[in-house]
């Protein structure tokens, strides 16, 4: 029969000890296995294959703009830089704008928020940033893939959504917003973060 003094004894806890050691073990190797990546992966080599072509950025190299009509300005100026670069013949140079637009692009929502922007006006900023999103994406995968892209859709159609997100702000400030000023224009008093 056993006594509970025998269930408490060292070598039971011993070999739970024991147990629990293995088991937190083998949780590590299966964590670490399920972080390493394959070389089947497609995904993973596609991802690998444009930082490496490209030098994708990342937050961190670009000087995020801090307030909506500033963002609105770099988007503009990136966009005019794409414009520029494939019209001059020079298509590689339109990838670092494209990835810098991207950038500011998927924080404008952030960014509209931390300006002030009402909530009622942010579901019109995130569907305008969505089409801005999706072309130039379209311009951005033609010349992933050596295509000449339609430029002259691309030149409208980003123009008629910049003045969607153009719009919010005129209608919040309760005047005109004029964001082709030259860089480095300091935001009005009424810009300002509330």
């Not at 309760?174 to 973060?193: H, I, N, S, V």
């Amino acid at each position: 029969m056993l006594t509970p003094s025998i269930l408490c004894s060292s070598a039971l806890t011993r070999y739970r000890f024991a147990q629990a050691a293995v088991a937190a073990v083998v949780l590590c190797l299966v964590a670490v296995a399920g972080c390493t990546k394959t070389a089947d992966s497609p995904a993973t080599h596609d991802a690998h294959e444009h930082e490496e072509e490209s030098d994708a950025l990342t937050d961190a190299d670009i000087d995020m703009p801090g307030d909506y009509s500033l963002a609105l300005q770099r988007i503009r100026e990136c966009r005019q830089q794409v414009l520029a670069a494939v019209a001059d013949g020079r298509p590689h140079d339109a990838h670092h704008p494209l990835d810098e637009l991207d950038l500011v692009i998927g924080r404008l929502m952030y960014i509209a928020r931390d300006s002030g922007i009402p909530r009622a006006r942010w579901e019109e900023i995130n569907l305008a940033r969505r089409d801005l999103r999706s072309q130039f994406d379209t311009v951005h995968a033609a010349l992933d893939a050596d295509q000449q892209p339609d430029m002259t859709t691309a030149a409208q159609n980003t123009e008629a959504v910049l003045a969607r997100l153009e719009a919010v702000l005129a209608q919040d400030l309760g005047g005109t917003a004029d964001t082709r000023l030259a860089p480095g224009r300091e935001p009005r008093a009424e810009e300002a973060y509330r």
